[in-house]
């Protein structure tokens, strides 16, 4: 099954993507397992337990991460419908945002996943400053008070509805108002998505640049050393440019200096400040909202 409306406003379909075709992650993808597959595939055993679900669960994290690639790989995991609404086409659309809701619970089980809950939900007076004049990311436009409370009661909706697994995702946590976040029937999970490590960038190398023919002198483990502050997306884009690097060169595989001429084009994403930015606002968030 596949429904669009105009502007991607939302997508219902079978997923294609699985864990593996996603590099690095691996403590968001058993966080994921645990908070969202379980609860859709062990439900039974677990209230035998004794156990409550999380309500909803919140993805947060840099841009380029794979975050929704993450969620659609989670609904494949537990043989379930995904349902793909985007926060930012969501934006303006009142009157029919309940219509994404009302199907995540007709296609259910189902992962539900929005994206930008920041646009969607953002907190007064936050300041989106990493370090003085670095907005990098800030979100360009946000909902009004109305359209927001109304978001906030759709989503008190689906806590009747233990079959649709509520997923979300924002750029900066600090940045989301409490009432999405808080609420014990909302968004009382998280996960944090954090900047890629060497290792974490190798495996997305790998996937990227096994599309590639490759020379021999192609050390990715170097490669991925050397690439800094790049996410999935930069990451990617960086195969993509040693690829025509080595085109142009009229080489017929991928070789180290197609890689080096690469990373000097590029700009990653991720700032020395940025990633210090995220790993204090983590260490600062209350711990038990990332636990079961």
């Known amino acids: 099954m596949h429904r669009k409306l105009e502007n991607v406003f939302y997508e219902v379909r079978a997923p294609r993507l699985s864990w593996d075709d996603i590099g690095g992650l691996s403590g968001p993808k058993a966080k994921m397992k645990e908070m969202v597959c379980l609860p859709l595939t062990k439900a039974k055993e677990l209230r035998a337990m004794g156990v409550t679900f999380p309500a909803g669960v919140m993805l947060w994290g840099p841009l380029g991460l794979g975050i929704t690639m993450l969620a659609e790989a989670t609904a494949k995991e537990a043989g379930a419908t995904f349902v793909y609404v985007s926060g930012q086409e969501m934006l303006g659309k009142a009157d029919r945002m309940a219509q994404a809701f009302e199907m995540a619970v007709r296609e259910a089980p189902s992962v539900f996943f929005i994206s930008d809950i920041d646009w969607l939900c953002p907190r007064a007076g936050a300041s989106y400053e990493w370090a003085p004049g670095n907005f990098r990311g800030k979100t360009p436009t946000f909902a009004d008070i109305a359209f927001t409370e109304k978001f906030l ?18 750029y900066r946590i600090d940045v989301v108002d409490q009432a999405a976040i808080k609420e014990k029937k909302r968004f009382n999970r998280k996960i944090y998505v954090p900047p890629p490590s060497a290792r974490d960038r190798r495996e997305i190398l790998s996937i990227y640049a096994g599309k590639m023919p490759l020379a021999a002198d192609a050390d990715l483990d170097a490669i991925a050393r050397d690439a800094q502050g790049c996410t999935g997306w930069d990451i ?33 994403w991720l700032t020395s400040d940025m990633v210090e930015g995220y790993d204090r606002i983590f260490r600062e968030d209350c711990p038990h909202h990332y636990s079961f």
Not at 153 to 170: H, I, K, N, Q, T
Not at 253 to 268: E, K, M, N, Q
């Open 236 to 268: 990617e884009n960086l195969c993509r440019k040693a690829a025509i690097v080595a085109v142009e060169e009229g080489v017929r595989a991928v070789g180290r200096r197609h890689f080096d001429a690469a990373l000097r084009s590029i700009t990653p």
């Open 153 to 170: 009661a759709l989503l008190d909706g689906l806590l009747d509805v233990p079959e649709v697994r509520l997923v979300g995702s924002c």
